[in-house]
């Protein structure tokens, strides 16, 4: 049976345990580039004892950006400094990801504690762009529909980057194509009203998607993993539902597609969502169930023991942990030493590993 402390070997990589640090924007780049602080945050948490830490959401493109100090990887100048992430990372025992994105229509955002606000044109702002001209609420821009060429730039633009995040010593790569972000805006029929090959019926709507994806697996080494965040579904009857991400997924595990990282939500406003501990929990479920591929569960798993048993279940193969990394980089050390299992230690902590 499987075990939170398990190790995971998926291609060329195995994950000393199932706990992974979840892509969680940091805001704190310039021009894309990642800096000390970035080094100081990731390398704590791979010092804690994490499996594997996904990165957060990374440009593929500038216009790509939530904000103007996300991370980015349009450039090759932005590849050595991220070099040096992914080695302190993968020093200590844990495996380097990345979240390679677009930011659709919800791009040219001021960062959270700025006031989550529009940034202007004065501040560095752009026009976000979208599969359609449908603003994400009231108060966000209006983007601006993707051309035929825009799409082909897009498609491009995540193939390059995957490229560079390999040079960058990324062994995990994932593509977001959840929360209502470029990607998902493209999947869901209530985002996208396209009336070309990309929009309308479900194989046009995953078209982009399918892709970017065919471009990337053919341009990383085979060893490398490929991992796609889904929103599972949309939480309303008539958006993208838990079906067609099982018939999605279907496709993408045939493209070489490792494991899917089950989140929700967050392309629409107005749904009423209840989040309960674990409330994802049940898509990645379903979705391993269905596929047979390897998943990961995320949202509200915040306990050792809550982590082990949805591993033990055999509901999910990761779990992805976001804000509980946040308040404990050392989560797995310390949930490893609560349920009796090992975890690797760095050599420097060794002394405090035992209480007495
Ligand atoms: C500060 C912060 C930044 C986030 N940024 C991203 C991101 O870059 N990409 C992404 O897919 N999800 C992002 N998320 C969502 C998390 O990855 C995770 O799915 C969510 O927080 C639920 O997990 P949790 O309950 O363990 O925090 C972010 C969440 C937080 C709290």
Redesign the pocket.
């Known amino acids: 049976m499987n075990n939170l402390f398990s190790p995971l070997k998926i291609r060329g990589s195995e994950l000393k345990n199932r706990l992974v640090v979840?892509?969680?924007?940091?805001y704190s780049g310039k021009d894309g580039f990642a800096n000390e602080y970035h080094l100081v945050h990731y390398g704590s948490r791979a010092m804690g004892g994490a499996g594997a830490i996904?990165a957060?959401?990374t440009a593929v493109c500038p216009e790509g950006r939530?904000s103007i100090n996300d991370l980015g990887l349009w450039s090759d100048e932005h590849i050595p400094y991220l070099l040096t992430i992914t080695e302190f990372i993968s020093k200590q025992g844990s495996v380097p990801g990345v979240?390679l994105?677009h930011a659709g229509r919800k791009a040219s955002h001021a960062a959270?504690w700025s006031g989550d606000r529009l940034l202007t044109v004065s501040e560095g702002g752009w026009q976000p762009v979208a599969p359609s001209a449908i603003a994400f609420s009231a108060d966000m821009a209006i983007p601006e529909a993707l051309s035929l060429e825009g799409i082909a730039k897009v498609r491009q633009d995540f193939v390059s980057a995957a490229k560079r995040a390999v040079d960058a010593g990324f062994r995990i790569l994932?593509i977001?194509a959840?929360?209502g972000?470029l990607l998902n805006e493209f999947l869901s029929p209530l985002s996208n009203k396209r009336n070309d090959e990309y929009g309308g019926q479900f194989e046009n709507r995953i078209r982009l998607l399918t892709e970017i994806v065919r471009g990337i697996r053919k341009n990383i080494p085979e060893d490398h993993l490929l991992f796609v965040?889904i929103s599972s579904t949309e939480w309303v009857d008539n958006g993208w539902s838990l079906n067609d991400s099982v018939a999605l997924v279907k496709i993408l595990k045939d493209m070489g597609v490792d494991l899917i990282?089950c989140?929700s939500g967050g392309n629409i406003t107005g749904v009423t969502i209840s989040?309960e501990p674990g409330y994802?929990v049940p898509f990645a479920d379903t979705i391993r169930k269905e596929t047979g591929i390897l998943t990961g569960a995320?949202?509200?798993?915040?306990t050792a023991v809550q982590a082990q048993s949805i591993i033990d279940q055999g509901q999910a193969d990761i779990i992805?942990?976001?804000?509980?990394?946040?308040r404990d980089p050392y989560f797995p050390l310390n949930a490893a030493a609560g349920l009796g299992q090992d975890n690797t230690w760095p050599k420097q902590y060794l002394r405090a590993k035992k209480k007495w």
């Open positions: 979840s892509p969680m924007c940091q996904i957060e959401a939530i979240q994105a959270p994932e977001h959840a929360h972000y965040r990282d989140s989040p994802q995320v949202g509200l798993i915040t992805l942990m976001g804000r509980e990394f946040l």
